[in-house]
T-cell receptor
Framework: DQQVKQNSPSLSVQEGRISILNCDYT??????FLWYKKYPAEGPTFLIS?????DKNEDGRFTVFLNKSAKHLSLHIVPSQPGDSAVYFC????????????FGKGTKLSVIP | EAGVAQSPRYKIIEKRQSVAFWCNPI?????LYWYQQILGQGPKLLIQ????????DSQLPKDRFSAERLKGVDSTLKIQPAKLEDSAVYLC????????????FGQGTRLTVV
């Protein structure tokens, strides 16, 4: 039972263009969402997060949008750079004392110079 | 600030052997997670600790996997006996307890069972 879904296994984008990575979730108890970036042979590193009380959070080139009614979030990277090429994981925390952290399957982003 | 430390980085064992992984979380982090990441998939939660107590171990195959976090600091994950399908990267993560914030990951241990 995939509670966090990333339906696109891969995405290719030209350098300088916008990358949009999508994520859907099913559990309405999730109240905090995160994006992680992972390079080969390394652990995931935190990128950006958003609380369920917000609909947008921005950090430099990275913006996360949350649509609670649709149970959907997206990560926008503008402009995309070759160094952004990595696997991106969407994750969600179920609060209310649990703080269980659940991941999607990931989307491999390739930024083409 | 020191990050999450894991050892060993790589391990190759034969099926039916046992193996143990070690994790030292960031100092002061009350929550510790162990994840299994099979190639091409997302990290799957095996067990979550809050200090030295287990919060969630519903996806831990308890017939062969065990984990402990004595004294609420570092943790070990053991597999006994290992199966071929246990080949994966085992990731440890920690975060401050009882708050919505990011978890920090170690580099992981890549286990190959032959």
């Amino acid at each position: 039972d995939q509670q966090v879904k990333q339906n696109s296994p891969s995405l290719s984008v030209q350098e300088g263009r916008i990358s949009i990575l999508n994520c859907d979730y099913t559990n309405s108890m999730f109240d905090y969402f995160l994006w992680y970036k992972k390079y080969p042979a390394e652990g995931p590193t935190f990128l950006i997060s958003i609380s369920s009380i917000k609909d947008k959070n921005e950090d430099g080139r990275f913006t996360v949008f949350l649509n609670k009614s649709a149970k959907h979030l997206s990560l926008h990277i503008v402009p995309s750079q070759p160094g952004d090429s990595a696997v991106y994981f969407c994750a969600a925390i179920r609060g209310a004392g649990s703080y269980q952290l659940t991941f999607g399957k990931g989307t491999k982003l390739s930024v083409i110079p | 600030e020191a990050g999450v430390a894991q050892s060993p980085r790589y391990k190759i064992i034969e099926k039916r052997q046992s193996v143990a992984f070690w994790c030292n979380p960031i100092s002061g982090h009350a929550t510790l997670y162990w994840y299994q990441q099979i190639l091409g998939q997302g990290p799957k939660l095996l067990i979550q600790f809050q200090n030295n107590g287990v919060v969630d171990d519903s996806q831990l195959p308890k017939d062969r996997f065990s984990a402990e976090r004595l004294k609420g600091v570092d943790s070990t994950l053991k597999i006994q006996p290992a199966k071929l399908e246990d080949s994966a990267v085992y990731l440890c993560a920690s975060k401050p307890g009882q708050m919505n914030t990011e978890a920090f990951f170690g580099q992981g241990t890549r286990l190959t069972v032959v």
